[in-house]
């Protein structure tokens, strides 16, 4: 049996299921004695009932410490050295008093997690492995200190998982061996999924619809200037949005500036059980997911390939991994970031031939279901498992 220990520090939204359903198969596995160790008191065991170890990763009575080194950085190199030194100080320590179990292997998600953890698990003698997701090779690089660290994370670590084509050529690039990278796709289930009729769909009036975070990545407000350049072809045309974030207030603004209240439904943050009714009666998904400000992206957007097991054909934008996710002009569209305009007119398209919006939902059903395989995905995860194991073996 291998002892395995799931690290993160992320609190993951109810979007991201992609997290829960490898835990639990990992925690379901009689091969495997699983520990999830998370600095979130309130997170998936006590929901699911799973070995856990919460450790504070950022005590809060150091935290002024590292705002304060945070101020250095005005003065240079010194400061991002001093700031990572000191975080990774505090999550050696946190993990010496609070982990009291020994690996065999540990699981890592994100990138700036697995740089907090490489001293104490080089202590320990456990091999790693680290599963990159967006933020942790793009827009983290802006501190230098984060961008050394990554150059010895990339030698210590035993493997990288990356969930597209895209995130592998990163961090090859970022100097990482390609022979440590392994793409392995997000998992999405489809066994409860059941398409609406499209014969069915098309006796509602035409609708769009969008699910995940209202974040700048996502660009919401894009979104919303697209639908109008359509309400405007299209007056009996409808909106809908799932989800919730930072950018709602920009969001209402939007909605009420270009008038369209009426048009537009915000239904908040829903669970899958409740958001999937919701998709399978409209008639496309969008998705304008952009580079933001500070240069983070996308990992490989979960719901496009949610909506497209719905038979939703996908319009989104030339980004990170939704060019793997979506094939232009076969399962939807594809339009560059933050142009809008294009957007629109891909979704007056659709609207306006719903045969062939209906010939790219099912052509995307078909690409979904050979490419984001769960059941594939936790195998193959496994194997890494048991390769890592027995790279701690030789």
Not at 64 to 91: H, T, V
Not at 155 to 170: G, L, P, Q, W
């Amino acid at each position: 049996m291998i002892k395995l220990g799931y690290f993160t520090q992320t609190l993951f939204g109810i979007s991201e299921t992609f997290i829960y359903d490898l835990v639990l198969a990992l925690n379901n596995d009689e091969n495997i004695d699983f520990t999830y160790v998370s600095k979130h008191e309130k997170s998936l065991q006590a929901e699911f009932n799973i070995n856990n170890t919460t450790v504070n990763f950022s005590h809060q009575f150091i935290s002024w410490q590292i705002r304060l080194f945070k101020l250095s950085e005005l003065f240079g190199r010194n400061g991002y050295r001093n700031r990572m030194n000191l975080k990774k100080w505090i999550a050696l320590r946190a993990l010496n008093k609070k982990v009291t179990k020994k690996f065999d292997v540990a699981f890592i998600e994100f990138a700036d997690t697995a740089i907090l953890l490489m001293e104490y698990l080089e202590q320990q003698k456990t091999p790693f492995i680290v599963h990159v997701h967006g933020h942790d090779i793009t827009s983290s690089l802006n501190d230098k200190a984060y961008k050394e660290e990554l150059m010895v994370l990339f030698e210590k670590a035993v493997f990288f998982i990356a969930a597209s084509e895209y995130m592998k050529r990163r961090l090859i690039l970022l100097g990482c061996d390609e022979n440590k990278i392994k793409v392995i796709r997000l998992g999405v289930d489809s066994k409860h999924i059941e398409p609406t009729p499209w014969s069915e769909r098309t006796k509602l009036p035409p609708s769009i619809i969008f699910l995940g975070r209202l974040t700048a990545i996502k660009n919401p407000v894009a979104l919303l200037y697209a639908f109008h350049k359509v309400k405007q072809e299209i007056p009996e045309a409808t909106l809908s949005i799932i989800g919730d974030g930072e950018m709602k207030a920009a969001v209402l603004n939007t909605i009420a500036k270009l008038g369209l209240s009426n048009a537009v439904t915000l239904y908040g943050a829903l669970p899958r059980e409740k958001s999937f009714p919701i998709l399978k009666s409209h008639w496309i998904y969008a998705q304008h997911s952009v580079t933001s400000l500070r240069g983070d992206t996308e990992g490989f957007a979960i719901s496009l390939a949610e909506a497209a097991l719905h038979e939703l054909p996908v319009v989104s934008t030339i980004h990170n991994g939704i060019t793997e996710n979506v094939i232009d002009g076969k399962t939807g569209f594809l339009v560059p970031e933050f142009n809008y305009e294009a957007m629109a007119d891909k979704l007056i398209y659709l609207i306006k031939n719903p045969i062939v919006a209906e010939e790219m939902g099912k052509a995307g059903k078909k690409h979904i279901l050979n490419l984001c395989n769960p059941t594939m995905r936790i195998e193959a995860i496994k194997s890494l498992i048991i390769e890592t194991n027995n790279y701690n073996e030789k």
